[in-house]
């Protein structure tokens, strides 16, 4: 009897424990899933946005589409097609209903669909984004947690006045000084494009890393991995300079506290207490300037692209707006806004693994 | 008799509230000027301020600032003539750097001067009137903005306008007023639960008395700071407008523009994009470590 007493508690405390775990995973699940409604809201509306953008400021589409010398008989077509004569309203469902099927109608510069543009030159800026953001978290990371062990030294003084001037040199000035100084003054890297003429690779997922990965062919891997360097660097240098100096305060706000003393004194060794007790209630603010600074980097790419030459989506939206192509500008500016929507959801998630209160 | 005792401590008490100004000025420029870096940053920004407004003195060949050609002194290299060498037209580039200042500063200060009354009267209401309808759709509205990097937003705007100073402005405009809203939206939603706000409330204060007497001074020191961070920022933003050619056209002087027209001519004239790359780090470097100073100085309480 005692002993089935014993089995039924640790049952009872099983199941309860095991209820705990679901309630969390539950709450998880509840905060992902509002997270993406929630996003999907705000990707309705910047749709509308950016539509209305595109519509009511420039002038008549049909015009800006087919030229000047085009006839009105050949305009009024276009018209017709595009469904131009209609209100407002009733083109944006027009519009709506075609994006979500994937067609963001014709590009005016290359005479392709934008949709077929975009899935060529996405992966390119993917690419060189994702590259940046993995130098700026481990860079920023490393170089705050540096600072605030060595806190008043020399590398600390040294670090704080180059991200100084970090933050202060934009993105398309780092580009230009690499540009100078790897291509010309010391040519070891490649400035132009994402690989070099003679390598090729079939595209499977658009990544030239992963391509060339699956294809066996390192020599064309190395190759692309020389092409990210320089732009991603680029790309990456403020960010890196913001997140060691966000990362730098907070774990500096962070040492001084109670627990961080009495670990130090029971013998805990020095590199556990940072990693545990230092860092990690530090990093919520590093993670939340990250996504800032990817976000900047979707901006900065725009430039970044155009002086490397970088067959990327942000090349083809300045094509885009310097041609005043508004298929493209529309689809372009809408694809930047989900993939950053997408960051931010993936921020939040991280974040609330770090620091639970944020689920509530 | 009366009057003239009242008319005493009057006087006594201005004198008081002035030498009490006087105080707090002192204050906070020894809290300011803790760190020397602050001071530095002022200093330059006083400089670059001084520069852009007496450009036509300082500017060796002012004529150069506009249409201008001298074909025999094209792409000099810095030299005695030339401080920091000519263009490919035989423009001074110091003369053409120091004519852009003031359009950086006029970009920077119209942007901010419109957009942040915007965002902040938007960041009251709807921090005021929190859970109504109206605020909710504020917040909304701002979510949207929001969801887009303010470089994408100012581009996809100045694309469709024409190419030039102004329109390059309304487009940052466009896409910067939601950060301050959304600043202030934070800050209000705060203080409104400040007992000396619910006071006024009971005593039948009128909403925008409460809004904009009660509030907004305590939002300053929020504003203020980011205003002198965002400078700098606008500045970097208005750059990047004008190298793709979206803002400032040529001839006139643009840093972004002197840029791009000069990356081109890579390595030979290193000298056409060096001394404007350079010129944009100063001036950004100057507002950044200038709102530093002043964010250390409002951060510990009022003076």
Same mark, same amino acid.
């Given at each position: 009897m005692p002993r089935l007493w014993a089995a039924a508690c640790i049952a009872g405390r099983w199941s309860l424990l095991i209820s705990g775990r679901m309630e969390v995973k539950m709450k998880t699940l509840k905060f992902i899933l509002h997270r993406f409604l929630w996003s999907l809201f705000v990707l309705f509306g910047l749709s509308i946005l950016i539509f209305c953008i595109a519509r009511v400021i420039p002038g008549d589409a049909a015009t800006m589409a *087919?030229?000047?010398?085009?006839t009105e008989e050949a305009k009024e077509m276009y018209r017709e097609q595009n469904h131009l004569n209609e209100s407002l309203p009733v083109q944006y469902v027009y519009w709506l209903k075609s994006a979500v099927q994937g067609d963001f109608g014709q590009s005016?510069?290359?005479?392709?669909?934008v949709a077929t543009d975009i899935k060529e030159f996405l992966p390119a800026t993917l690419e060189l984004i994702l590259f940046a953001a993995i130098l700026e978290i481990v860079g920023g990371i490393l170089l705050g947690v540096l600072c605030a062990r060595y806190a008043g030294s020399w590398f600390d003084n040294l670090i704080r006045i180059v991200s100084y001037v970090g933050i202060s040199v934009p993105a398309f000035v780092w580009a230009i000084i690499f540009m100078l100084l790897f291509?010309? *003054?010391?040519?070891?890297l490649p400035t132009i494009g994402r690989i070099s003429a003679g390598y090729t690779v079939p595209s499977v997922t658009g990544f030239m890393l992963i391509d060339s990965l699956l294809a066996g062919n390192f020599a064309a891997m190395g190759d692309a991995f020389k092409h990210l360097i320089m732009p991603g660097t680029a790309l990456a240098l403020t960010g890196i300079a913001q997140s060691a100096r966000i990362t730098r305060g907070s774990m500096m706000e962070n040492v001084n506290k109670d627990y961080v003393g009495s670990e130090i004194a029971s013998g805990m060794p020095l590199r556990r207490v940072y990693a545990r007790y230092v860092l990690r209630p530090a990093a919520a603010p590093t993670i939340a300037i990250i996504a800032l600074d990817i976000a900047a980097m979707l901006g900065n790419a725009f430039l970044v692209e155009v002086i490397y030459s970088y067959p990327g989506i942000s090349k083809y939206g300045i094509n885009a707006i310097l041609n005043k192509d508004l298929n493209a500008i529309v689809a372009v500016v809408l694809i930047i806004g989900i993939t950053f929507l997408l960051v931010n959801i993936l921020v939040d998630l991280i974040s609330s693994v770090l620091d639970p209160r944020i689920r509530a | 008799m009366t009057n003239r005792r009242s008319n005493v401590t009057a006087e006594a008490e201005r004198q008081a509230r002035k030498r009490a100004r006087v105080e707090n000025i002192k204050r906070s420029w020894y809290k300011f000027s803790r760190n020397k870096m602050s001071v530095v940053g002022l200093v330059i920004v006083i400089l670059i301020v001084l520069v852009a407004i007496f450009q036509e003195a300082i500017a060796?060949?002012?004529?150069?600032?506009?249409q201008y050609v001298d074909f025999i002194n094209?792409?000099?290299?810095?030299?005695?003539?030339?401080l920091l060498g000519t263009d490919a037209y035989g423009r001074d580039i110091l003369s053409r750097i120091i004519f852009s200042f003031r359009n950086a500063l006029t970009m920077a200060l119209g942007v901010l001067l419109v957009s942040v009354p915007i965002g902040v009267i938007m960041g009251l209401i709807a921090g005021y009137y929190k859970n109504r309808i109206g605020s909710t759709l504020i917040m909304r509205i701002i979510d949207i903005f929001l969801s887009l990097p303010s470089l994408v937003l100012a581009l996809a705007v100045a694309a469709l306008l024409e190419p030039n100073l102004f329109n390059s402005m309304m487009a940052l405009t466009f896409s910067w007023w939601a950060w301050y809203a959304r600043l202030i939206y934070g800050k209000v939603s705060s203080i409104r639960n400040e007992y000396y706000i619910q006071s006024a409330e009971l005593i039948g204060v009128g909403k925008i008395r409460i809004l904009f007497q009660e509030i907004l001074p305590n939002c300053f020191s929020t504003i203020l700071t980011k205003m002198t961070l965002d400078m700098g920022v606008v500045i970097l933003m208005g750059a990047s407008l004008s190298f793709v050619g979206l803002g400032e056209q040529p001839p006139n002087p643009a840093l972004g523009t002197m840029i791009s027209d000069g990356y081109k001519t890579l390595p030979d004239n290193w000298w056409l994009t060096l001394f404007p790359a350079l010129a944009i780090m100063l001036i950004v470097l100057a507002f950044n470590l200038l709102g530093d100073g002043i964010s250390d100085m409002m951060s510990s309480g009022e003076g």
């Open positions: *087919l030229g000047t010398r085009a005016t510069q290359t005479r392709r669909a291509s010309f *003054l010391w040519p070891i | 060796p060949y002012p004529q150069h600032a506009r094209a792409n000099k290299a810095p030299c005695g003539q030339f």
